[in-house]
């Protein structure tokens, strides 16, 4: 679905991403573990074009998206929640999803699942979303995401901040868009037992590099919590 090949990317003189390479599947979630610094965000940034790359290519459904501009990436399947959620605090509930569908012809609907993934809105539609506690934030900005109807959904640790129930209630829609609904999904986590439990395939980056890959059953005998706290 997504094919990232030999991706690099440079913060001025600063090189953060060292030829990245890997492949998302339809139906998967894919963890990108790694300690603070190591360029997971600049990564997500950089396959949504919100910051440039230097060398390499991505391609989404057999399209090459390298060089398209954030919203066209958006029209072309991607969806993205930032680390932080970045909602509109002084618009509402409704106003925060219509802007999800900013880059898609005037008129289009949301799609009226999104409040069945998370009824928690449905009762809030008309709440500014600064009034909404950190959970609900991220539930509305999961939303906002989806509701383009994208491909491929990238998310930028979801559960920073957030209360373990609603933590529990995200990682059963994030499970259910890719396992049923079919969406890639690229999960950038610290929290590992959350990571470790969605993910279907995990990555491990170190200082702008994979440095091991695998299957998100195999974490534990990998020892990818070990390299972690490295
Ligand atoms: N706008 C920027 N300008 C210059 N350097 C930056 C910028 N943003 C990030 N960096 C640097 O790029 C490197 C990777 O940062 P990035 O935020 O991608 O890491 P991360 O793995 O997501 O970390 P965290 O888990 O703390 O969010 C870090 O060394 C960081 O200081």
């Not at 609900?136 to 901040?161: C, M, N, Y």
Request: hydrophobic share 40%; with cysteine; proline share 5%.
């Amino acid at each position: 679905m997504l094919k990232v090949d030999d991706l690099h990317q440079h913060y001025g003189g600063s090189h953060i991403l060292r030829g990245l390479s890997f492949a998302l599947q339809p139906g998967e979630i894919t963890v990108i573990l790694g300690r603070n610094g190591v360029g997971k965000t600049t990564l997500l940034k950089s396959l949504m074009g919100v910051v440039t790359t230097s060398r390499g290519s991505i391609t989404l459904a057999g399209s090459d998206i390298t060089k398209l501009r954030s919203h066209q990436r958006v029209r072309a399947g991607l969806g993205y929640v930032p680390q932080g959620r970045e909602i509109f605090g002084r618009l509402t509930v409704m106003e925060n999803l219509q802007m999800g569908l900013a880059s898609q012809p005037a008129s289009t609907p949301l799609p009226p699942e999104l409040f069945q993934l998370f009824p928690v809105l449905d009762q809030m539609r008309g709440r500014r979303g600064g009034d909404l506690s950190g959970g609900q934030q991220q539930q509305l900005a999961i939303a906002r995401a989806l509701a383009p109807g994208p491909k491929v959904l990238l998310l930028d640790e979801p559960t920073e901040g957030i209360q373990p129930n609603v933590i529990q209630d995200i990682g059963r829609v994030i499970k259910h868009l890719a396992h049923d609904k079919g969406l890639s999904v690229v999960l950038v986590e610290q929290f590992y037992d959350f990571a470790a439990e969605l993910a279907d395939q995990y990555l491990l980056m170190q200082r702008g590099e994979i440095v091991m890959c695998g299957r998100g059953k195999d974490m534990a005998a990998d020892g990818v919590r070990e390299r972690l706290a490295i």
